[in-house]
């Protein structure tokens, strides 16, 4: 990762990055969780509506089953004593076969397994014997039967609704039976399919062994179903509701319910990814929605970050630029409105004024006589450097102390020093403000009197000369000065030749006897 790129990204884009960074992860994980949450309850309810659609279908089935069993119970009570009777036998099984929808066939067998009567005529099956264990399944139980498929004598692939006739004194003498063709219309696939679903959804039955007796797909009709988790459920007498992968490979949601009159198992099912195929469109919905929203709260976002990081940015983008003039003004006028800005704020100003501060102390320094606290040679130069761009008229007076070896020599260079000093004090009592006070040289000095004419500037020099020389100077008793005066008018002729004039008019006043003020003329 490159870290100075990090470097450079300024608050308001770090700000910007975070918070977006934080609501998107906050709405994609939203849209994560409702997807999720909207996925499984789309499973949860289509579980459920399977589960009770399966449980509707059995007891549907139940009831179809027992109304076909009663019928037979009236036909069985009614043939016990006409079981000999081939007319009324013939009589009673069309009469089942064509009033009700119930059977696609009926049969009357007596006890010794020979068919007594059939309808339809057409079947062919009177006087037939029967023979195979499963066809002999009703003879057997001699009690009301939901038969195993079987082929039928007729060939047809059939189940048998069986209620065995008794004697009145209780003596077997066959039963009467109704048939249901599975592969055919029948009475079985007349209910379930008049419910069927065109959402995908689709439902099967399974007999006691889990052949299918009844599914959409007629040629799975008969066709054994075994590690089917649900099938397995179901013809256990449980009621319920699972996610399982089909024969093929397909995930479904299946609701399963046993029919109990019967051993069979109803299963209702549809596929997983019909059930889910409106969740895409619905998340779109729920994105559009939390769209606006989203984009509202982004821009707020924005906006705070700007408003947030503008008093720091601007705090940044003036501190940058602190040597050019009207910067610490810039830096006042900065809106700092919350803490940290402001504190910062008056950080930099503090800061800053220190620093101007020591920087202006130091050039003070550097630009004073140390002892006298009068200008020195560097400050003179400035001084004059800038009266001359400034092209300002100035007097200028130079002066030394008369014979100041000897007062160092009779008295020493301390006593010397403090007489120095003295004179200083002097010339700062003459001075105006704006007059500049130099101290050139060991005991030479400087008057620079802006703006003033020659006289009053020799009225000047002469009131500091007799000042000094009837002030009386510790230890040393009586001190005098000489002075030199020359005038520079602002003109091309430069403030150097001015002085240099006004050190020849002190050489004169020195030549003449010390204790005088010579002028230079202008
Ligand atoms: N005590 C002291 N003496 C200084 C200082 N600077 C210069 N001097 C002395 O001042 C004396 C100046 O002497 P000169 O310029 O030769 O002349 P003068 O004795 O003043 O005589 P004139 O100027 O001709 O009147 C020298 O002895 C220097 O050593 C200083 O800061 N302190």
């Known amino acids: 990762m490159n870290f100075s790129c990090l470097l450079k990204l300024d608050l308001r884009r770090l700000i910007l990055f975070l918070a977006v960074i934080s609501v998107l992860v906050t709405l994609a994980n939203g849209f994560y969780a409702s997807y999720e949450v909207q996925r499984a309850l ?18 549907t089935t139940d009831i179809v089953l027992k109304a076909a069993q009663d019928q037979l ?3 069985a009570d009614l043939l016990r004593d006409k079981m000999d009777d081939e007319q009324a036998l013939m009589a009673e099984a069309r009469r089942l076969h064509q009033q009700t929808d119930s059977f696609n066939s009926v049969v009357v067998v007596g006890a010794n397994a020979v068919i007594l009567a059939a309808s339809p005529d057409t079947l062919g099956v009177k006087g037939l014997r029967l023979s195979s264990p ?3 399944q009703s003879l057997n139980a001699k009690r009301p039967l939901v038969t195993d498929p079987f082929v039928s004598p007729s060939g047809n692939y059939i189940l048998a609704i069986s209620h065995p006739v008794f004697t009145a004194d209780g003596n077997y003498l066959g039963y009467i039976s109704g048939s249901i063709y599975l592969r055919e219309r029948n009475i079985l696939a007349n209910v379930l399919e008049r419910h069927f679903h065109q959402d995908g959804s689709h ?7 889990g052949t299918l007796i009844y599914h959409p797909e007629a040629e799975r009709v008969g066709e054994n179903i075994t590690g089917n988790p649900v099938i397995e459920a179901v013809l256990d007498g449980r009621l319920g509701a699972e996610t399982l992968r089909n024969s093929k490979g397909v995930d479904m949601l299946a609701g399963f319910a046993p029919v109990t009159r019967a051993g069979w198992g109803v299963v209702a099912q549809r596929p997983r990814a019909d059930t889910l195929a409106g969740l895409d469109g619905l998340m779109l919905e ?3 929605r939390i769209l606006p929203l989203g984009l509202l709260t982004l821009s707020a976002i924005w906006l705070s970050a700007l408003f947030i990081s503008r008093p720091l940015w601007q705090l940044a983008q003036s501190a940058r630029v602190m040597d050019q003039p009207g910067a610490l003004g810039r830096i006042s006028a900065i809106r700092s409105w919350y803490f ?4 910062l704020k008056r950080a930099i100003l503090k800061g800053a004024g220190l620093m101007n501060d020591r920087i202006s102390q130091l050039h003070t320094d550097s630009h004073t006589d140390a002892p006298t606290g009068l200008l020195n040679r560097r400050g003179l130069e400035q001084a004059l450097e800038s009266l001359q761009l400034a092209g300002r008229p100035v007097a200028l007076i130079t002066l030394d102390i ?4 000897q007062v160092n020599d009779r008295f020493g260079h301390d006593v010397g020093d403090q007489a120095i000093g003295l004179l200083a004090q002097l010339m700062k009592s003459q001075a105006r403000k704006g007059d500049l006070l130099c101290r050139s040289g060991g005991e030479e000095f400087l008057l620079l009197l802006p703006d003033t004419e020659l006289a009053p500037a020799l009225e000047v020099a002469e009131r500091l000369r007799r000042q000094v020389a009837g002030q009386p100077v510790p230890v040393v008793g009586r001190m005098t000065i000489s002075l030199g005066l020359a005038r520079w008018a602002g003109d091309a002729g430069g403030i150097r030749q001015a002085l240099k004039r006004s050190d020849e008019a002190l050489y004169r006043a020195k030549a003449a006897g010390r204790n005088r003020t010579e002028c230079a003329p202008e």
């Open 42 to 59: 789309l499973i949860r309810d289509s579980l459920a509506a399977n589960r009770a659609y399966a449980a509707k279908l059995a007891e």
């Open 402 to 405: 008369d014979h100041f070896k």
């Open 73 to 75: 119970a009236y036909s």
């Open 203 to 209: 439902l099967y039955v399974v007999d006691r062994n």
């Open 340 to 343: 940290e800005a402001s504190r």
């Open 134 to 136: 499963n066809a002999l």
């Open 286 to 288: 729920v994105f559009m």
